[in-house]
């Protein structure tokens, strides 16, 4: 079974610094996707970033970029320019292509402060 | 397009009660996914639907839970004799696959229904 770990709990940053969320996976698949997403307080969840396995470029959106080390099955996430905006919690989620399932296998999640 | 939503977003219910929940998915999306989260834990896979069609049951959704989606709209998730451990977020999720195509869909997730069972 596909598992995802994100080892840090929780994690802070100052406004307007970088700060880089880390994830590792499990999987025996070499076709899958793998997402960033965002949940912020009482709020509901929100993809943050997506990346496609098949694809070397990592992917980037705008302030948020991943770096997808494949063969590690590390992926990570960075925050550029961190805003007050940015605190949440953010979940590592995995999706694999083969057997017909399309759950998200997510990780436990990482708690991110943001200090003004 | 007003996204995902759930309703109730907060139920309280004493042991051994029944509740139901309802998800209505973005319009025109053809997939709904359910998923319950636990303080501290990421979201854990219940079921899904293609359409009407109740196309996976994880192993977490004991005899007492029921989804169904009747007409390929909106979900119901039933939780009957419902118990402490039953105490958690229920979260619902929505996409659009088109056929004959990996599913390269984003889940779209709603505010989610957080049950409570004293």
């Known amino acids: 079974a596909q598992t995802v770990t994100q080892s840090q709990p929780e994690m802070s940053v100052q406004e307007a610094e970088t700060v880089t969320l880390s994830c590792t996976y499990d999987?025996?698949?070499?076709?899958?996707?793998l997402f960033w997403y965002k949940q912020p307080p009482s709020r509901q969840m929100i993809l943050v970033i997506r990346q496609e396995a098949y694809k070397q470029q990592n992917a980037t959106e705008n302030r948020f970029s991943v770096n997808f080390q494949k063969a590690a099955k590390s992926f990570s996430l960075k925050i550029s320019d961190s805003q007050l905006g940015d605190a949440a919690m953010y979940f590592c989620?995995?999706?694999?292509?083969?057997?017909?399932?399309?759950?998200?296998?997510f990780g436990k999640g990482m708690k991110l402060t943001v200090n003004p | 397009d007003t996204g995902v939503s759930q309703n109730p977003r907060h139920k309280i219910t004493k042991r051994g009660q029944n509740v139901t929940f309802r998800c209505d998915p973005i319009?025109?999306?053809?997939?709904l996914y359910w998923y319950r989260q636990t303080l501290g834990q990421g979201p854990e896979f219940l079921t899904y639907?293609?359409?009407?069609?109740?196309?996976?049951k994880s192993r977490l959704l004991s005899d007492r839970f029921s989804a169904e989606r009747p007409k390929g709209s909106f979900s119901t998730l039933e939780i009957q004799r419902t118990e402490q451990g039953d105490s958690a977020m229920y979260l619902c999720?929505?996409?659009?696959?088109?056929?004959?195509?990996?599913?390269?869909?984003?889940?779209?997730f709603g505010p989610g229904t957080r049950l409570t069972v004293l």
């Open positions: 319009s025109e999306h053809n997939r």
């Open positions: 639907f293609q359409n009407e069609a109740q196309l996976e």
């Open positions: 989620a995995y999706r694999g292509t083969q057997g017909g399932s399309e759950k998200l296998v």
């Open positions: 999987t025996s698949e070499s076709d899958y996707y």
């Open positions: 999720a929505s996409s659009l696959v088109y056929r004959g195509q990996y599913s390269t869909d984003t889940q779209y």
